[in-house]
């Protein structure tokens, strides 16, 4: 009797316990960054194939660091493009180059990468040749001594563009430059490597990224007196500069179709030699090691893969939607009401639920486009602005109808150097 009730209550419980973990491996699929599923939008994975797939550094795309003259700036992914005549060797690209670079050798979707390039040019590079810089600005007129940037580029893009709670590049604040790798930062996320009795086993993957952004949040807020978390900065460029080092860096392969980022893999892309105890950082350098697989063709990372991966990822970290920023002293992160931010659109609760967050910064991101570009920026503008209003519609996105930027003039990181947007 107490032997039968013993079988049955132990049925019971590895039913239960099967029971539960099938729910939870559902809820896994729909909602832990750890499984490469939940970032599909409708997409799956498409298999590999190492002849589409491989990325040529031979001929004319044969590594070629930079010379004098030539710029290289904040983002990884373009100065190894311009390393490898993806893009031009002298780091001024035109919309057309970049958007075709970062496909041929990364699979970026079209829409993301026009809506990155459009940007740029509009915010920081040259609206007349459809053109931008990597790295420095270009000096055009005025004197030597006071000689007049004809574009910022992404260098002088802070606060447009360029943001603090950078992976590896610095806060500008904290270090006078937002461009280089800062060896300590680079050295912690390369510390995380998942497997260190094995190293062939390590996979710098999103959650690794994601747990590494969480400690570099805290970084800026202990270390960066003018820390500042900008509402499109903050909550765009920031997770985007985490996400893509997985999806665009990673090497693809038929036992990691979604992507396996080792460590030599990383240091190829960040510019990084030697051994683990003798890293060197040479700035510029960035390279696409040999025998390197790029995303399969008709898999993408586009615009809806990153956005929905970036609800995903708020939704179990809300910290990174606080924009806001330190008042002038470490530890006095404030954050500003997210209903005032958005003339009570969305609140801190409302922009966790569905794909809040994508619908937020697709309007902020067209709100700081100026509203009449010259003639030429007109025809891309519009098919970014095509996407962006497919996209609301698909996600029944409530309407934002502006950004009251007066709120972050508390914050000496943005009131000393606001950037130029207009919204
Ligand atoms: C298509 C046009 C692109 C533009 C205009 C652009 C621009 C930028 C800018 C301005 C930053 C600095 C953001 C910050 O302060 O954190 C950045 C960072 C970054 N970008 Fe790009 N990017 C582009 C494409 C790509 C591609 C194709 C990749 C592929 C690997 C990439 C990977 C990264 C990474 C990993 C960072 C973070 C660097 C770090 O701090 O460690 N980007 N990008
Ligand atoms: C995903 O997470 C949300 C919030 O934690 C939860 O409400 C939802 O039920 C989860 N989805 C699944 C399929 O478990
Ligand atoms: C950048 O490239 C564009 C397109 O090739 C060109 O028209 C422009 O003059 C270049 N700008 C600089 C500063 O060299
Ligand atoms: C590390 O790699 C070894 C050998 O491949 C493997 O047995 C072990 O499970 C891995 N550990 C982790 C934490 O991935
Ligand atoms: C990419 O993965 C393939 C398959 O595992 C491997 O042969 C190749 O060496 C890897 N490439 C790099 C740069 O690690």
Not at 130 to 157: A, C, H, K, M, R
Not at 294 to 303: E, I, P, Q, S, V
Request: hydrophobic share 40%; glycine share 10%; net charge negative.
């Amino acid at each position: 009797m107490t032997v039968l009730r013993l079988f049955v209550f132990l049925i019971f419980i590895v039913g239960q316990a099967m029971e539960m973990a099938s729910k939870l491996l559902a809820a896994r699929n729909m909602n832990d960054s750890s499984h490469p599923d939940a970032f599909r939008v409708d997409k799956r994975t498409i298999g590999f194939d190492p002849v589409l797939q491989y990325v040529s550094i031979t001929g004319e795309h044969a590594f070629l660091p930079p010379g004098p003259g030539d710029k290289r700036g904040p983002c990884p992914g373009l100065n190894v493009l311009a390393n490898h005549g993806y893009i031009p060797h002298d780091g001024n690209t035109t919309i057309d180059q970049v958007v075709k670079g970062a496909y041929e050798v990364f699979g970026m979707g079209r829409d993301l990468a026009l809506a990155l390039a459009v940007y740029s040019t509009a915010l920081d590079g040259d609206i007349t040749t459809l053109s931008f810089s990597i790295g420095e600005g270009y000096l055009d007129s005025g004197s030597i001594l006071s000689p007049v940037l004809s574009q910022n580029g992404l260098t002088g893009s802070h606060n447009n563009f360029e943001a603090d709670v950078s992976p590896t590049r610095g806060d500008l604040f904290e270090y006078g430059n937002n461009h280089d790798v800062q060896m300590i930062q680079f050295s912690q996320l390369y510390n995380l490597q998942s497997n260190i009795s094995d190293p062939s086993q390590d996979n710098y993957d999103i959650p690794l990224l994601t747990s590494f952004r969480a400690s570099r949040f805290q970084q800026s807020i202990e270390n960066n007196p003018d820390f500042f978390n900008g509402p499109l900065t903050g909550i765009f460029v920031q997770p985007a500069a985490y996400q893509f080092i997985f999806h665009f860096v990673a090497n693809k392969s038929e036992e990691y179709p979604e992507g396996r980022l080792g460590r030599d893999v990383l240091k190829s892309f960040f510019a990084i030699t030697g051994p683990d105890d003798d890293l060197v950082y040479n700035p510029g350098h960035e390279r696409i090691p040999d025998n390197w697989y790029k995303r399969a063709k008709g898999d993408d990372y586009d615009l809806a893969s990153f956005l929905h991966e970036v609800c995903i990822i708020a939704l179990a970290n809300p910290r990174f939607l606080s924009v806001g920023g330190n008042t002038g002293q470490v530890n006095t992160f404030t954050g500003v009401n997210f209903a005032d931010l958005t003339g009570g659109v969305f609140n801190a609760e409302t922009l966790l639920e569905g794909n809040n967050v994508g619908c937020y910064v697709l309007q902020t991101l067209v709100m700081a486009l100026p509203t009449s570009p010259a003639g030429k920026l007109e025809s891309l503008r519009t098919e970014l602005l095509g996407n962006v209003d497919a996209m609301l519609k698909t996600w029944n996105c409530p309407i934002l109808e502006k950004i009251d930027n007066s709120l972050l003039e508390q914050f000496p990181g943005y009131s000393r150097y606001p950037g130029n947007r207009v919204a």
